[in-house]
């Protein structure tokens, strides 16, 4: 039984940007709720989001989550920033984890572990990471497992400066945490309280401060652009090689963008370049061809997406294909067999199986009926500048190149439309239906107007 504080109030100011630090997205998702997420794994029970900047922005994406929220008014340091949880906490008797908002690659594993050594006895554990070039970071003296003390670098002897060793920023209390978060002083250089002085604090009680080493890259923090980049990174890696290791193939993997919410069957195909957003779920034997963008959108097993479409809120059936440069919005329902060919936009419309429509077409609002051809140029008008209307297309019909259909209207089963036509009206089953201007030749027209000039 622990709570857990999470710490999310800063400003982030070098990411030089209008929206909170915590809120930057990662794979689609906002920074803070990687933290919340790994928070709740440990199923805490009670978890507190201490918000500053922002607070209202930050409230509302925590929303959907089992947190309490603290504000922090003023940021004044780390320290002042975990005492704001107090009136939520100060009946729990620990121990409590602390984490930040902008960690996003802790794994609860290490957490546990920090609890576990608050659990077995000492009063504080913190987690360490070992880096290459640790300049800028406080150094952590220890004998053993135990924590002598953290060493900012402005006070570093040569000596402390050559352990590599630091704090990252991880934490387990015990329930003398917000009695000594009260003894925490701000005489230093920005006037703020810092949470690395409870180790001197608790080791003044006579409790036992202890390092558990963690991995260097699950500590790393964001706070500028490159450090969101470096870090979304290695999301994106670890779940390339998870889908890999599903049976999804990936070509070029490393050019291939997808999100934690999109899900994968074996023997999918991924070409160069592709985007998966959302809750796209791609079913088995899939294709996906170049820099094709996918968002919220479900292809049937056997359906293949050919280069440069683009879909959102789509369903592409068992063996239907949309593409080369196809874009469909949401509501587009091609089922099975369906062809969708190279500049053709679908918007909440439903392509009964089988339906063609090879080539630079538009249907809105519309249902076409098994086994319907299409043909270039189509249109269905389903916009009169005020409503949208609904236009119906029945089974094995045929609409002639460059038509109009003018919504609302039906064109029957069996049903033709000749190529240029403007239709209007209903046009009965197996009815051929023609509404242009009857074509005139006149003879020897040309000739005499190039004499004339």
Not at 320 to 328: N, Q, T
Not at 332 to 358: T, W
Not at 423 to 443: K, S
Request: glycine content about 12%; proline content about 5%; aromatic content about 4%.
């Amino acid at each position: 039984m622990h709570a857990h504080v999470i710490l999310a109030a800063g400003q982030g100011t070098r990411m030089k940007s209008r929206l909170p630090k915590v809120l930057h997205p990662l794979l689609g998702k906002p920074m803070l709720a990687y933290a919340v997420d790994t928070a709740l794994a440990l199923e805490p029970q009670r978890l507190v989001v201490v918000v500053g900047h922002g607070a209202e922005q930050v409230v509302e994406a925590l929303k959907a989550y089992p947190v309490e929220v603290a504000v922090q008014e003023e940021q004044l340091g780390t320290a002042h920033a975990l005492l704001q949880a107090e009136p939520l906490l100060k009946d729990f008797p620990g121990p409590t984890l602390v984490t930040q908002g902008d960690t996003p690659l802790l794994r609860p594993e290490t957490l546990r572990d920090l609890l576990e050594r608050v659990e077995e006895g000492a009063g504080m554990a913190l987690l360490t990471v070992e880096l290459s070039d640790p300049t800028g970071y406080g150094r952590i003296l220890r004998q053993g497992e135990e924590v002598l003390g953290n060493v900012e670098e402005k006070d570093a002897s040569p000596e402390v400066k050559a352990i590599r060793e630091v704090n990252a920023g991880a934490y387990a209390f015990d329930g003398f945490l917000f009695q000594a978060l009260k003894e925490v002083r701000n005489e230093n250089a920005a006037r703020e309280y810092y949470l690395p002085d409870l180790i001197a604090i608790y080791r003044a009680r006579g409790r036992r401060v202890v390092a558990v080493k963690g991995v260097v890259e699950e500590a790393l923090g964001v706070n500028t652009r490159e450090e969101l980049a470096r870090v979304e990174g290695v999301l994106l890696s670890a779940l390339r090689r998870e889908w890999m290791r599903k049976g999804v193939r990936m070509i070029l993997p490393e050019s291939i963008y997808l999100e934690a919410s999109v899900e994968l069957a074996p023997d999918v195909t991924l070409w160069p370049g592709v985007v998966l957003k959302g809750k796209t779920q791609i079913g088995e034997g899939a294709e996906v061809g170049p820099y094709a963008v996918l968002e919220d959108t479900l292809l049937e097993p056997g359906a293949r997406v050919l280069a440069h479409t683009v879909a959102q809120g789509a369903v592409i059936g068992r063996g239907a294909d949309a593409g080369p440069f196809a874009r469909l919005r949401p509501g587009a329902v091609l089922r099975e067999g369906v062809h969708v060919g190279n500049f053709v936009e679908v918007k909440n419309s439903l392509l009964h199986p089988g339906v063609k429509a090879g080539h630079l077409a538009y249907l809105g609002d519309a249902e076409v009926g098994e086994g319907t051809n299409i043909g270039a140029g189509v249109i269905t008008a389903n916009y009169d500048g005020k409503r949208k209307h609904r236009t119906f297309i029945g089974k094995g019909a045929f609409i002639g190149s460059n038509s109009v259909l003018v919504a609302p209207v039906r064109v029957g089963d069996g049903a033709m439309v000749g190529a240029g036509s403007v239709i209007t009206h209903d046009v009965p089953e197996d009815a051929l239906a023609v509404a242009r201007e009857r074509q005139r030749n006149l003879e020897g027209y040309a000739r005499r107007k190039l004499e004339g000039d």
